[in-house]
């Protein structure tokens, strides 16, 4: 899909920030894949690149604040001359508004127009430029670390009233097994030896191609990297009405996959769940939790919340702490809720002042704290297998991750004094729990 590189693109060179969720890194890794294959090399720093690229996020309101204030950063960082071109979620969001609103970016681009930015360093750039490279299919640089991200699908079919998504990303379109396969089989041979599936709604993957459940084959097919060096997948994003068999089973039969259940839930109070638009109640959730625990003790649970949703009472509030409590998750985080254009939840009534939605986003994380603590100190004299992410700049030590924890938003382990390369497995003993990370040695 990609154009043979330009010679007189050859010795230009591009900077790329990548702000938001995991699924942008993913974008970020083809965007920069793309701009390689038009010949341009990576610049350390934006003052000495040709090209800057600000891949946004759109979600929240605190989102597209950042995504501003790092556009126009990077405006007067840039050196003379170079161009500087918005792209992700907010450029897809907002289009020619963006555009009018950002005279400093010489071009807004949008996803399909995304494989194609280097055209912006043509004399004459373009709002969005002609020519489509459909993300999901284009190529990845090289991975520089031993994880990786990769996406199964783009878009959502749900309709959760808070949620903006599915107005700028589209329904969901999942890729071919075969096209995951080939990508997951290029980033081993690079070094990789941990996948962490991602899509708006990874465990819905398949239903719009026809094939419903697809997700448990996927990963059967992706076991078999084990003999080239892949050592484990862990899913991300997964709606908790489709965590079931054959899922659950295939998640805790297979030797790759870790038992790392990363559940959509927004909150526990049914009533308010049903206002977002959501499935199920902190019982449904309690025993589905249950479940998976008692068929493995040791997986472990992430999830996150919405607090102070539209109607939300302090009886629903106080449901959501029992909840918590009773649940006893590994890891959550709790955010507050974002007014969005365009949803449902944008009329609703019920409006909780932002006084309260920070009490009550206090309390939340006071429940959620001692919990977590307790969790990683539970693990002190236990045997855990550690892969090597790379070295702590303040010790020298290696730094890395048991399967307990994914990367970038959970807790690390510290391996000091360990000599380890980034890609090794290094066997261990907790030996102390340093709130959200651990200490271990060999």
Known sequence: MSRAPSTSLSPRAFYLQTLGCPKNAVDSDKIVAALRADGLVPAADPGTADL??????????????????TTLALADARKNGARLVVTGCMAE?????????????????????????????LPEPRRVPKGVRDLLELPRAAPAAPWAYLKVAEGCDRACAF????SFRGKQRSRSPQSILAEACALVDGGVRELVLVAQDLAWYGRDIGEPGALAPLLCRLDELASAGLRRVRLLYLYPSEVHDPLVGTMLDLETVVPYFDLSLQHAAAPLLRRMRRWGSGERFLGMIDGIRSREPDAVFRSSFIVGFPGETEAHHAQLLEFLDAAQLDWAGFFPFSREDGTTAADLDGTVAPDLMT???????AAQEPVTVAARAALIGRDVDVLVDGVDDETGGAVGRTFREAPEIDGVVHLPGVPASP??????????AVGPDLVVEP
């Open 52 to 69: 800057v690229v600000v891949n946004t996020c759109a979600f929240v309101e605190a989102a597209r604040e950042e995504s501003i204030e």
């Open 359 to 365: 009490e009550r986003l206090r309390e939340c994380d």
């Open 93 to 121: 969001r907002y289009g020619a508004e963006l555009a009018a609103a950002l005279p400093e970016a010489d071009a807004v681009v949008g996803f399909a127009g995304a494989g194609t930015i280097a055209e912006t360093l």
């Open 423 to 432: 890609g090794e497995f290094v066997g261990a003993r907790v030996t102390d």
């Open 163 to 166: 949620c903006a998504i599915p």
